[in-house]
């Protein structure tokens, strides 16, 4: 099945620091990434969506400032959570759909997500 | 109301009991429907697709009922290894494409 690889897999940092998380399909074009953030016991909350070339779309409530998204080719999209603070520890994780067939009748593939700590 | 509401549970079973999870939709304009494990602290996995007719893979049984806008899954034979939280997710165009989750429903299979 597809393929998308997603790192760092954890990082914990200090306050104010800037972290940027890659993701990447493996083995095939995705025009649309998407970035999730999921809170412990709850569920996936969609923050934006990713398309190459062109600006992200982001959802209500999240600052596009603060998080950073970047899907220069059809295979990687980054997202950079600037100044980062400990009320943006969470675990972030991307999925991916495939370019060549219709987004909505396909499963999105996920990313192993990252799993941010900031102290 | 949710756009995909599911029973939070847990359910708490024995091994080899069979189990149900059902999920409700709001969109009837909603498109393709899947059913997603999770483990704690890891990625969904895809589990199945759904379909109208029906699909089975294995253990696992999916029906969808687009009439009732309702999706359920079935484990029969529950193993240990089944415990984990299972998603509902649905892919709509309605105004541009999303995916949404359901909160997932817990289940543990015990010994």
């Not at chain 1, 934006?48 to 950073?68: C, H, I, M, P």
């Not at chain 1, 220069?72 to 675990?91: G, K, M, N, Q, Y």
């Not at chain 1, 994780?93 to 799993?115: E, K, M």
Request: glycine share 8%.
């Amino acid at each position: 099945g597809a393929v998308v690889s997603q790192h760092p897999s954890w990082v914990i940092c200090k306050s104010g620091t800037s972290v940027k998380i890659e993701c990447r399909s493996l083995d095939f074009q995705a025009t649309t990434m998407f970035w999730y953030r999921q809170f412990p016991k709850q569920s996936l909350m969609l923050m934006a969506t990713s398309n190459e070339g062109s600006k992200a779309t982001y959802e209500q409530g999240v600052e596009k400032d603060k998080f950073l998204i970047n899907h220069a080719s059809l295979t990687l999209s980054t997202l950079t959570v600037t100044s980062a603070h400990p009320e943006d520890s969470s675990f972030y994780i991307c999925s991916a759909g495939w370019a060549g067939a219709g987004l909505v009748d396909q499963p999105q593939h996920f990313g192993d997500g990252t799993r941010l700590s900031i102290l | 109301r949710k756009e995909v509401e599911q029973d939070p549970g847990p359910f708490n079973v024995p091994e080899g009991a069979t189990v149900a999870f059902n999920c409700t939709y709001s969109n009837s304009a909603s498109q393709s429907f899947f059913w997603y494990r999770q483990d704690c602290r890891k990625e969904p996995k895809l589990l199945m697709s759904v379909y109208s007719s029906g699909n089975e893979d294995g253990r696992f049984t999916a029906q969808l009922n687009r009439a009732s806008q309702y999706i359920s899954l079935l484990i029969r034979d529950s193993k240990l290894s089944d415990s984990a939280t299972y998603l509902c997710v649905v892919n709509s165009n309605t105004g541009g494409f999303k995916t949404i989750f359901g909160a997932g429903t817990r289940l543990f299979v015990k010994a």
